[in-house]
């Protein structure tokens, strides 16, 4: 049986904001995930070590216990239902928002209480049906893997759904934000048998997380 702990961790924005987390809590990857091809890190704890894995997979590794815990965006945890993680850390990064965006022209004369219908772009469809549905509003879901920006400019759909964060990539294309959906940022996320076999270990590990985050 595995005694040590694995930490699954995705690369880009998440981990730029993470390994400062972590070396504030004394666990440095022995090598630098950003510039290796390794998929499996060791750290200069012993007995943990890092997975390097696609944010959406995340909460995979961590719910089947291939990974005791993980670092996942709120998006990734709101789209995927029927997940059955412990979720005890808000680690405030990789802070923005989900919303919905439309054209800068079309904007300027819609009214989004009174939507009946929309075509929606996006790479989140469940969290797009559940916060339409509980507007009573209809929608018409274009599933995308990104650039989602790009829809509304050629006619794809008319609206999407997606993050902001600085607001810079809706700018730049002449799109701007009509409805935010939910505040998101990053958690840390526990495979609950983990959290009871390793309780120590992943509590002292919580706890010195914890003591890193930003207020
Ligand atoms: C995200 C998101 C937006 C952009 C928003 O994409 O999908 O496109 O960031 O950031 P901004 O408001 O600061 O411009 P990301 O770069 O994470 O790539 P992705 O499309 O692979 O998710």
């Not at 440095?28 to 995930?33: A, K, M, Q, W």
């Not at 923005?96 to 209480?113: F, G, K, N």
Request: hydrophobic residues 45%; proline residues 6%.
């Amino acid at each position: 049986m595995n005694h040590g702990i694995t930490i699954a961790l995705s690369k880009g924005r998440i981990l730029e904001e993470a390994l400062p987390l972590f070396a504030g809590a004394g666990i440095v990857p022995l090598e630098d995930p950003d510039q290796s091809r390794k998929l499996i890190i060791a750290s200069s704890h012993p007995g943990l070590r890092f997975l390097i894995i696609r944010a959406s997979d995340v909460p995979t590794y961590v719910t089947w216990g291939a990974a005791d815990l993980g670092i996942a965006g709120k998006d990734v945890l709101m789209e995927q239902e029927g997940l059955d993680l412990y979720e005890p850390l808000d680690l405030k990064i990789g802070v923005c928002r989900m919303a919905v965006a439309e054209a800068a022209d079309l904007a300027a004369h819609d009214a989004p209480q009174r939507w009946e219908r929309v075509r929606i772009a996006t790479k989140y469809p469940n969290i797009t049906r559940r916060h339409f549905q509980a507007r009573g509003v209809q929608t018409e879901i274009i599933k995308l893997y990104g650039s989602m920006e790009l829809a509304p400019l050629v006619g794809l759909a008319d609206r999407i759904v997606d993050l902001v964060s600085s607001g810079r990539t809706l700018r730049e294309n002449g799109l701007v934000e009509v409805e935010q959906i939910a505040p998101i940022s990053s958690r840390l996320v526990v495979n609950r048998a983990a959290m009871k076999r390793k309780l120590r270990p992943i509590e002292t590990l919580i706890e010195a997380l914890e003591a890193q985050v930003h207020p």
